[in-house]
């Protein structure tokens, strides 16, 4: 595999670039590859908007050379996206099924960042999301899965299956959020393989 000259993160539900995990891997991005093309878009409630800003943002990104990162809802995006383009990718908690899962949000939410911003989630939505799903893993060298079995939010036996073609850290405890994500930073740069 050749090394990634672009990386795109994405965030989860009800979540933003100023995630914890997001705002991390800026920093060592920016301090120890400044010449990658790095983006980490506030991605639209609406799947199917998220899907055509992720395609339009990256339309002139050489698939050989990008990389995605994305957590949780955003490992789901991930996962299609990398499907699509032969691209590598690191999912962190990924959500396997996200349309069954988030039919109980449907409604008005609130920012996990800024509980003053709110948005509604769409029941169309979830075929949105189901027309997203891709199947088994195309090429599951370029997939690395980070798992946390203390996931309260996630399955990580259903996680594990998902990725189970692929290299996976499978966490003994950890969260959702991936609180302990400093332990785990190092092995999702060395798998990106970023250009320097």
Known sequence: MTSTTHLLY?????SSPQSMKAQKMAARV?????SITWWCPQLPPSPREAAALIEHGTADWPHAHMAVVGSSLGGFYATWLAQRHGCRAVVLNPAIDPARDLAAHIGEQTAWHDPQERFFF??????????????ALQRPERFFAVIAKGDELL???EMSARYASATTRLLEGSDHALSDF???IDAVLQFLDLAR
């Open 182 to 184: 400093d332990q785990h």
């Open 122 to 135: 769409r029941p169309e939505y979830i075929d949105q999301l189901r027309a997203l799903e891709t199947g």
């Open 30 to 34: 920016q301090a120890e590859h400044p």
């Open 155 to 157: 399955d990580w036996r």
């Open 10 to 14: 994405l965030h989860g539900f009800r």
